[in-house]
């Protein structure tokens, strides 16, 4: 009896330390699991650093003083959201004031409504009472759109009006007022301005003037050249056999207009008409960098940089149609719906739908060094930027959300505006070590595992087969 009392107490004293055992390990878990949620450590051991944000973005989130919570939206199980989730991740680890949220659009359509989201892997920062939008999973785009959210100034875009031009508010599919709105998500304020009535204000970011239906008298074309010249910033929207009386004053500035409309063949292939020209080839400037995306224009005329222009003017095209498209002149062909090239009076693609103008000041007199020279009259004094394209459709309600075209003109705004707080961050790639091998080696390989192996296996199979068949 004294033996199985005994034995009973050695199992309760060993059940006990049992309990005892997990209580602790159970503790611990809890422990850790506490200090890891307030005290989280990553190691990045990949060569390039990939899985760590640049010197860069770690410079900004560090001017980050107010919480921001980035929203993402993508598609669970999508092979772009678990990268979502890393480089969110790393946002988060390398600034507590970032925090974010995955969600995914199938799953919560009213707040993806709400967003007015339209592509997957677009992600809204919300913070300093402001949004930004970023449509791509790049760690340069979230890093921008940080800086754009945390800065308060506004910058002001002021819309010429009084000739008949394409109103910037309004929900008709020809006006500009998605523009309008994407631009204001990115701190821009929009104002009306009647040049016969006041010169262009001193807090004006960019002037835009869209489609002039009548042209611009001399009084208002002056003060447009004053605001170029002085440094400012002008984007004009021409539509075909309507150029605003703009003409002569944009040849000034080395860009080129003619009386024609874009028919593009390729268009027609690609299940878009014939006056859809399509724009895939981009010329070579800051406003196209790394830009793959195809624009879509309608009813729209070239815009070429002139052969000749000043010593001071940098004329760059930036969209170019394709080499089956060409410039028809016969207005009453078109409206016949009736076109066809015609070598002696119609030119050939590829040409140019948009185009940049810059302007650069004389700093130094002939001869001298290290003086700057004032500008005599009607010389530039400022850095002046003119962009010109030959259409105001692809930047309407119609089709600003169509393919690039949103992509397209908004760089080009940003880049007028001069966003030097904006930042390149150079993207990180995996090295790629290549394995070298000789003629002796390279047969050994061949032979293992593509000839030495499978004739193992069959014979070890043969073997088998005729001994079970044997017994």
């Known amino acids: 009896m004294r033996g199985r009392n005994s034995s009973i107490g050695l199992r309760l004293k060993s059940s006990s330390n049992m309990s005892a055992a997990i209580l602790l390990v159970l503790a611990l878990a809890v422990v850790i699991t506490l200090l890891s949620e307030r005290h989280y450590l990553r190691w990045d051991l990949t060569a390039s650093g990939e899985h760590t944000l640049s010197e860069k973005s770690l410079q900004v989130l560090e001017t980050i003083d107010e919480p921001v919570h980035i929203k993402a939206f993508s598609r669970e199980g999508h092979p772009d959201a678990a990268e979502v989730e890393r480089l969110l991740g790393a946002y988060h680890y390398a600034s507590p004031k970032i925090t974010y949220e995955l969600i995914d659009p199938d799953r919560n359509p009213a707040v993806t409504r709400q967003y007015n989201i339209r592509s997957l892997n677009t992600m809204v920062l919300e913070g300093y009472g402001r949004t930004q939008t970023v449509k791509l999973v790049d760690e340069e785009q979230i890093t921008n759109g940080l800086i754009r959210l945390s ?37 821009y304020r929009f104002e009306e301005l009647y040049l016969m009535k006041r010169d262009i204000p001193e807090d004006a970011t960019v002037v835009v003037v869209a489609a002039p239906e009548k042209p611009l008298f001399p009084e208002e074309v002056d003060s447009l050249r004053a605001y170029l010249e002085g440094g400012g910033s002008l984007v004009i929207f021409l539509e075909p056999f309507m150029d605003g009386g703009l003409r002569s004053f944009l040849a000034d500035y080395g860009i080129r207009t003619s009386e024609d409309v874009i028919v593009d063949k390729m268009s027609r292939v690609m299940g878009g008409d014939y006056l859809l020209p399509m ?36 004329t760059t095209p930036l969209a170019m149609t394709s080499p089956e498209s060409w410039a028809e002149t016969d207005l009453e ?48 004094s400022g850095a002046g930027k003119l962009v010109v394209f030959g259409d105001a459709d692809f930047a309407s309600n119609k089709y ?24 390149t961050i ?26 030495a192996i499978p004739l193992c296996v069959l014979i070890l199979g043969t073997v088998v087969f005729f001994r079970r068949r044997s017994r």
């Open 151 to 187: 800065k308060s100034e506004s910058r002001v875009c002021y819309w010429v009006s009084g000739h008949g031009e394409r109103p910037f508010k309004g929900g008709e599919p020809g006006d500009l007022s998605s523009l309008q709105e994407d631009l204001s998500d990115e701190n």
């Open 400 to 423: 600003f959300h169509t393919s690039g075209n949103a992509d397209f003109i908004l760089n080009t705004l940003n880049y007028l505006a001069g966003r030097e707080d904006l930042i």
């Open 279 to 314: 724009v895939a080839e981009y010329g070579s400037h800051e406003i196209t960098r790394d830009f793959r995306l195809t624009s879509f224009f309608e009813l729209a005329r070239s815009v070429e940089a002139s052969e000749e222009t000043g010593p001071n003017i940098e």
């Open 333 to 380: 062909a078109l409206d016949r719906g009736q076109v066809s090239f015609d070598p002696e009076e119609d030119r050939k693609g590829p040409l140019s739908l948009a185009a940049i103008s810059e302007i650069r000041p004389p700093l130094k007199k002939a001869g001298e060094e290290g003086e700057e020279d004032a500008p005599a009259p009607g010389d530039p």
């Open 426 to 451: 150079q993207k990180k790639h995996r090295d790629v070590d290549a394995l070298m091998l000789n003629r002796e080696q390279g047969l050994l390989v061949f032979w293992i595992p593509v000839v």
